[in-house]
Structure formats: structure tokens, C-alpha cells
């Protein structure tokens, strides 16, 4: 069975950093890509950065030099290292993986999303 946990949030000060990490455990083989969304309160998640199996990346342009998504593929992990984090980059993460084969399977898979908050 698959499972997708994060970690990492919690509250820093205003240009502080962290990184969330997300870890998909089961008997994983392969996985295409691990997403990472923001959703503010009342607000549809929005996608803000993705890392591909073949190392390609997307960051959205208002966090593009700031949010930075890597994976390490022995461990099934990824992460998303935030620098210079605002208030205005208070809200839930999610950490989304995509193409994971895991036995004869294969599918998509939501974290359970962590709570970043940052103070001024």
C-alpha cells in the first residue's frame, strides 16, 4: 500500500526558510513526479513547484527564486527548500506524487499537507 506523508512545516519569522519533505513509502519502483501545491484558506490548491523523475523542474513565477523542489530517488523522497519566506506565503502545503509504481500499480497520491505559517 502506498502512502504519502509530509513534513517540515510549522512557523518561522519573516525571511526565515524550511524545507517540507515528502516521503512515499510502499514497494515503490518508480516515480514520475512529486508536486508540491499551496492552498490558502477558502482557495483551490495552486500548483507551485514540480520535480520530475528525469530531473526537469517547474516553479511558478511568484515564488520562482524562492521555492526550489529536488528529489532524492533511493529514498522515495521529495522536498521543497523555502527561502525567504513572507506572510504572504502562510498556508497549507501539499505534497502531490504522480506516476508512482508500486508492484503491478500504478497512480497518484496526495499528502496529507502541512501548515506553513509565517510571522512578521
Known amino acids: 500500500q502506498v502512502q504519502v506523508v509530509e513534513s517540515g512545516g510549522g512557523l518561522v519569522q519573516a525571511g526565515e526558510s524550511l524545507r517540507l519533505s515528502c516521503l512515499v513509502s510502499?514497494?515503490?519502483?518508480?516515480?514520475?513526479?512529486m508536486s508540491w501545491y499551496q492552498q490558502f484558506p477558502g482557495a483551490q490548491r495552486e500548483l507551485v513547484a514540480r520535480?520530475?523523475?528525469?530531473?526537469?523542474?517547474f516553479v511558478a513565477n511568484h515564488v520562482n527564486g524562492k521555492f526550489v523542489p529536488s528529489m532524492d530517488k533511493a529514498k522515495n523522497t521529495g522536498y521543497l527548500q523555502m527561502n525567504s519566506l513572507q506572510p504572504a506565503d502562510t498556508a497549507v502545503y501539499y505534497c502531490?506524487?504522480?506516476?508512482?509504481?508500486?508492484?503491478?500499480?500504478?497512480?497518484?497520491?496526495w499528502g496529507q499537507g502541512t501548515q506553513v505559517t509565517v510571522s512578521s
Open positions: 520535480i520530475a523523475d528525469d530531473g526537469n523542474t
Open positions: 510502499g514497494r515503490i519502483y518508480k516515480i514520475g513526479a
Open positions: 502531490y506524487a504522480t506516476g508512482v509504481y508500486s508492484g503491478s500499480t500504478g497512480g497518484n497520491y
